[in-house]
């Protein structure tokens, strides 16, 4: 077990272009949540995967950023013509079903947008 | 006014200091309360998990939730160099399905050799 891992570590894009982002979870955790962290500011829910299933979405999600979670195992985090206020740590974190200890985050992904 | 409001920071104190960290919230709905700490460039690592009213004691750090005042404390004793980073309080309404967190802004903390 290697803890949830997050791909790339740091990110640095211009202005209107997409970034993908990927998380590994931890394997046998069935529940998989992205959060986002700016500077100075405690993480905030993005959306939330239940297995495959995208079972919540925060209003911060705009129509610009969308998440997937095939076959209930890894997830990705696309961003669509990034803004500059995109710019921020992307989390991950994994739980596993009916735990009642927190979750387990990744590293994040720290995306800056010039 | 935020959800979860946290002390602001940042704190420092001396090698051995005990330490009082704090958040306040508004939502009477949140009964499960957690404490990270965050070292830089690093994602939030659970230390203390509680649920309801009551404390909760792990080593060195306690954590105490007080329902009725929609207040939670975290006590660090004899700090280490090692506990410098930031804490962040968490909540959530429920565990299971759907257990968000929302999280506090987050106290820098600086333990001085």
């Known amino acids: 077990d290697t803890g949830v891992s997050q791909d790339p570590r740091h990110k640095i894009t211009k202005r209107g272009q997409n970034v993908t982002f990927r998380c590994d979870p931890i394997?046998?955790?069935?529940?998989l949540y992205w959060y986002r962290q700016t500077l100075g500011q405690g993480p905030e829910f993005l959306t939330y995967?239940?297995?495959?299933?995208?079972?919540?979405k925060s209003r911060l999600l705009s129509d610009r950023f969308s998440a997937e979670r095939p076959k209930g195992s890894f997830s990705t985090l696309e961003i669509q013509r990034t803004e500059q206020g995109d710019s921020a740590m992307y989390l991950c974190?994994?739980?596993?079903?009916?735990?009642?200890?927190?979750?387990?985050f990744g590293s994040g992904t720290r995306l800056t947008v010039v | 006014q935020k959800e979860v409001e946290q002390d602001p920071g940042p704190l420092s104190v001396p090698e051995g200091a005990i330490v009082s960290l704090n958040c306040t919230y508004s939502?009477?709905?949140?009964?499960?309360f957690m404490w990270y700490r965050q070292y830089s460039r690093k994602g939030p690592e659970l230390l203390m998990y509680?649920?309801?009213?009551g404390n909760k004691e792990d080593g060195r750090f306690t954590a105490q939730v007080d329902k009725s005042s929609k207040y939670i404390s975290l006590f660090i004793r004899d700090s280490q160099p090692s506990d410098s980073a930031t804490y962040l309080c968490?909540?959530?309404?429920?565990?299971?399905?759907?257990?968000?967190?929302?999280f506090g802004k987050g106290i820098t903390l600086s333990v001085r050799p």
């Open positions: 995967f239940q297995n495959e299933a995208q079972l919540e």
């Open positions: 939502n009477s709905a949140f009964q499960y």
């Open positions: 974190a994994s739980s596993l079903d009916g735990g009642n200890y927190g979750y387990t």
């Open positions: 509680t649920y309801s009213s």
């Open positions: 394997s046998e955790h069935n529940r």
């Open positions: 968490a909540m959530s309404e429920k565990t299971g399905a759907n257990s968000k967190l929302t």
